[in-house]
C-alpha cells in the first residue's frame, strides 16, 4: 500500500526557510493531491495546504504568503518550503494524501517529522 | 474559514463504556466530515469519512452520523486500543480545518 515519509532538516534558525520532502512509495503520485499538515506540541492539527500533480495549489489563507508547494513525479516525490520561520512554526509536520473522490479525506499519512525553529 | 467545534474536549470512560463525541461546523458542511483517531507520538489514522462510511480495516464499534452542521462519532464499546485523541475534519472547501480534538482517558 501507498506509504509516504517525510524528510527535511530537524532545526531552522528564525527568519530562514524550511524545508521539507515527502517521499511517496508502494504507488503513484500521479492523479492525487498531496497536503501538507502541522501540529505543535499538544496542541491541534492545522491544514497547511496542498498540491495536485499537475502543480496546481491550494493554500492556507493564513499561511499563504509564506508557503510554497512543488511536486516532481519523475521523483515520486513533493515538498514543501515555507520562509521567514518563527518560533510558532515549531510544530510535527506531516504530509498526506488528500482523497478527491467521495470520501475527500487525508489518507494515509506520513510518520510526522518534527521541525524546531531555534537560534 | 469553516470553524470546527468539538465536544467535550476531553472525557474520562472505562472499557466497554459507549462513548459520544459531537463535532459541530459554523455552517453547513454537508456530509463532508471525516474522524480521525490519533495516538501520542503518533500520525492521525482515518477513521470515518463522508460522515457515516466507515474506512476499510477499522472496527465496527466506530460509527458516524450528521450532516449539514451537527455531527457524531460513537464507539460503542470502548476497548483499551481506543485510548486516544479524535479530531473532526471538514472537507467541504479549503482551507480544510480541524476540530481542536477530544482526548479519550481512561477512568
Do not use: H
Request: with cysteine.
Amino acid at each position: 500500500q501507498v506509504q509516504l515519509q517525510e524528510s527535511g532538516p530537524g532545526l531552522v534558525k528564525p527568519s530562514e526557510t524550511l524545508s521539507l520532502t515527502c517521499n511517496v512509495s508502494g504507488g503513484s503520485i500521479s492523479g492525487y493531491y498531496w497536503s501538507w499538515i502541522r501540529q505543535p506540541a499538544g496542541k491541534g492539527l492545522e491544514w497547511i495546504g496542498r498540491i495536485y500533480t499537475s502543480g496546481n495549489t491550494n493554500y492556507n489563507p493564513s499561511l499563504k504568503s509564506r508557503v510554497t508547494m512543488s511536486v516532481d513525479t519523475s521523483k515520486n516525490q513533493f515538498s514543501l518550503k515555507m520562509s521567514f520561520v518563527t518560533a510558532a512554526d515549531t510544530a510535527v509536520y506531516y504530509c498526506a494524501r488528500d482523497v478527491e473522490d467521495s470520501s475527500r479525506s487525508f489518507d494515509p499519512w506520513g510518520q510526522g517529522t518534527l521541525v524546531t525553529v531555534s537560534s | 474559514d469553516i470553524q470546527m467545534t468539538q465536544s467535550p474536549s476531553s472525557l474520562s470512560a472505562s472499557v466497554g463504556d459507549r462513548v459520544t463525541i459531537t463535532c459541530r461546523a459554523r455552517q453547513s458542511i454537508s456530509s463532508y466530515l471525516n474522524w480521525y483517531q490519533q495516538k501520542q507520538g503518533k500520525a492521525p489514522k482515518l477513521l470515518i469519512y463522508a460522515a457515516s462510511s466507515l474506512q476499510s480495516g477499522v472496527p465496527s464499534r466506530f460509527s458516524g452520523s450528521g450532516s449539514g452542521t451537527d455531527f457524531t462519532l460513537t464507539i460503542s464499546s470502548l476497548q483499551p486500543e481506543d485510548f486516544a485523541t479524535y479530531y473532526c475534519q471538514q472537507s467541504y472547501s479549503t482551507p480544510r480545518t480541524f476540530g481542536q480534538g477530544t482526548k479519550v482517558e481512561i477512568k
